[in-house]
């Protein structure tokens, strides 16, 4: 099975992600995916989540906080500004008090509290995630693919997603009852109307979202998710823990990319003992990559001679991963 | 017994039914009233909580929320923060 495969098996699977520990390619992997698909015809957002997003420097561009920007016909790129992001967020709620209460200031109290919420260190992640809700509910493209933030946060805003929509769950349950007591005294005040409960449907909202952004990593259905490995003990030894904990939350995982393998050939060349040693180590780790998760491995990655940056690496890696490209 | 005195009798009897239920009526509305206040402040205390250091919702949605509980802020970290309610004993 190779990964051209499984793109042609499963077109419903619209939602790309790969996944692993930092600085193993996600983003290499991510841009040149996203690459293959636009030249195939294909509408794609290639977006970042990590607030240290690293689209910019792949593309030779900067589109950090930009929107969308078109790389190539079909390729769009977008790495989401988070404190662009949190500010005009901050924004919006002083603006929705100011209105309803017809004040021209928000209240020291209330004003103090918005300030400190922005600087949870969870505001970032929520932020980003939140904002991903509006950019996939649009449903402009063909293709999401999402350079996934380290597992560890993954992980992290999964388990809160969970949380939350219990938590959630639990408020909306005592909203509803508060609800009840209204009704009793609209009922002995002989009120005819009951004024709809705003709050409890801002919690829905809320839960939506929540959902929305955790069920795209979760979506079976709709959801490929890639992890990556290197062929280093660290890097696999991670990786199956990571895999077990991604079982728990019911990631679905469709197979392996194994990046950074030394080419093979440089074995019958007059190599510095150095490479020789780095070779056999390989050699080694790549037997146990074959023996651990043989069946799903779909691609191996050589490594380059120089950095993946700007479009003709980017194709380059592209063929490696999927094949020729007309 | 005339008429009169039957009419009047009745009349009295429907005012002092009248007058119970209203007295019921209003301590029923009353303790609703008061039941949802203290829900009110229950809810506001698990949305916003992190105002008082009691972190629950995430901060990023309890801003969501905020805009609807401006106005019971104040009475809100009054009622936490003080040790009984006076109103306790009214109840």
């Known amino acids: ?326 | 017994m005339s008429e009169e005195k039957v009419k009047g009798f009745r009349g009295f009897l429907d005012s002092v039914i009248e007058f119970l239920y209203g007295m019921a009526g209003h301590d029923m509305t009353r303790f609703a009233l008061k039941t949802r206040g203290s829900m009110e402040h229950l809810f506001i205390l698990i949305t916003m909580g992190d105002m008082l250091g009691v972190p629950i919702l995430p901060p990023y949605y309890s801003l969501r929320i905020l805009p609807y509980v401006v106005p019971q802020i104040a009475t809100w970290k009054r009622r936490m923060l003080r040790e009984r309610d006076l109103t306790d004993a009214l109840a």
């Open chain 1, 1 to 326: 099975m190779s990964l051209a495969e499984v793109f042609e098996k499963h077109p419903e699977r619209r939602y790309i992600e790969f996944g692993g520990k930092g600085g193993l390619g996600k983003t290499t992997l991510s841009a040149a995916t996203a690459y293959w698909l636009a030249k195939k015809g294909y509408k794609v957002l290639v977006f970042s989540v990590d607030p240290q997003a690293s689209l910019s420097d792949i593309f030779q561009r900067d589109i950090f906080g930009k929107g969308a920007v078109e790389i190539i016909p079909g390729l769009f790129a977008q790495e989401i500004d988070a404190d662009k992001r949190i500010k005009e967020y901050q924004d919006e709620i002083r603006q929705k008090i100011l209105d309803m209460y017809g004040l021209s200031k928000v209240p020291d109290e209330v004003e103090r509290y918005i300030q400190a919420a922005a600087a949870e260190p969870a505001m970032e992640e929520s932020a980003i995630f939140d904002q991903v809700v509006d950019i996939v509910v649009k449903g402009d493209y063909d293709y999401y693919i999402y350079d996934l933030v380290p597992l560890g946060h993954a992980l992290y805003y999964l388990s809160m997603a969970t949380v939350y929509d219990q938590w959630i769950d639990k408020i909306t349950k005592l909203r509803q009852e508060m609800e009840e007591y209204s009704k009793v005294v609209a009922i002995m005040q002989r009120k005819k109307e009951l004024e709809e409960d705003k709050i409890l449907r801002e919690l829905q909202e809320i839960r939506y979202r929540i959902n929305t952004s955790s069920s795209i990593l979760t979506d079976r259905e709709k959801t490929a998710f890639f992890f990556v490995i290197i062929p280093e003990e660290m890097a696999i030894l991670d990786t199956e823990k990571a895999a077990k904990l991604f079982a728990k939350y019911k990631v679905p995982i469709s197979g392996y990319v194994v990046n950074r393998v030394l080419p093979a050939e440089l074995e019958h060349q007059n190599i510095p003992e150095y490479l020789r040693y780095r070779l056999e180590m390989q050699k080694k780790h790549l037997a146990t990559i074959k023996e651990k998760f043989g069946h799903q491995v779909l691609a191996y990655v050589p490594e380059f001679e120089r950095d993946i940056t700007g479009l003709d690496m980017i194709h380059r890696v592209a063929e490696v991963l999927f094949g020729k490209i007309e």
